[in-house]
């Protein structure tokens, strides 16, 4: 079946160094793609997304890279600030489907001091 | 700009009991979801509406109803609540259903059943 993982379920770094947080998907179908923050208590707020005729995309401070070949998505987030401490979701859905984005289940980004 | 606000925040409920949680959003979106969100879980579906006037189940729609009482609210009610619904459960709105474009979240209602 389909499925939206990320490699590791916490992450910490070092304030001012660079994050990366990674997601694998499944379904070959899948051409759109999206990340969410989510802090303690608060619903998941957009990021960024990305459609599968680029694979790359930039925002403010944050990098979303899309690997097809290897169904691989990656998120990256320069100079990590105590704000960004959150936990971080991907999703995907086949354009134009009925089906609704599917979200993986987070990775817990810790910045520390 | 309110966004998608959700009420209650917070609610405890014996096992049998039933409610209606509220949401309504203010952006003009066509389309509106509930999710639940359990540890480790990530964000399930648990029914859609995609315009005013239809609904749909997602992936886990036991146990819950839903009705779009017009093109901002959109509710989910529990009839019979059970331990196994202890969750958090976020609204979210779309500009459309079938189009690449972000979904809103309100910030949720913690339940619990006991």
């Given at each position: 079946g389909e499925s939206v993982g990320l490699h590791l379920p916490t992450l910490s770094v070092q304030e001012g160094d660079n994050s990366i947080i990674n997601c694998a998907y499944s379904n070959s179908a899948s051409d759109y793609f999206i990340w969410?923050?989510?802090?303690?208590?608060?619903?998941?707020q957009f990021i960024i997304d990305i459609r599968s005729n680029m694979d790359k995309r930039q925002g403010q401070r944050v990098t979303v890279l899309l690997n097809k070949t290897v169904k691989h998505l990656s998120l990256q987030i320069a100079a990590t600030q105590p704000g960004d401490s959150a936990v971080y979701f991907c999703a995907e859905k086949p354009t134009g489907s009925a089906r609704q984005l599917t979200f993986g289940s987070g990775t817990q980004l810790t910045v520390l001091p | 700009n309110a966004g998608v606000t959700q009420t209650p925040k917070f609610q405890v409920l014996k096992t049998g009991q039933s409610m209606t949680l509220q949401c309504?959003?203010?952006?003009?979106?066509n389309s509106m979801y509930w999710y639940r969100q359990d540890p480790g879980m990530g964000l399930r579906l648990i029914y859609y509406s995609a315009s005013e006037g239809t609904?749909?189940?997602?992936?886990?729609?036991?146990?819950?109803?839903?009705?779009?009482?017009?093109?901002?609210?959109?509710?989910?009610?529990?009839e019979s609540a059970a331990p196994s619904q202890t969750s958090v459960y976020f609204c979210a709105s779309r500009i459309t259903t079938?189009?690449?474009?972000?979904?809103?979240?309100?910030?949720?209602t913690r339940l619990t059943v006991t």
């Open positions: 969410y923050k989510q802090e303690s208590g608060k619903g998941p | 309504a959003q203010d952006m003009n979106h609904t749909d189940k997602g992936e886990v729609p036991n146990g819950y109803n839903v009705s779009r009482l017009n093109k901002r609210e959109f509710s989910l009610r529990l079938g189009d690449n474009s972000p979904l809103h979240f309100g910030n949720g």
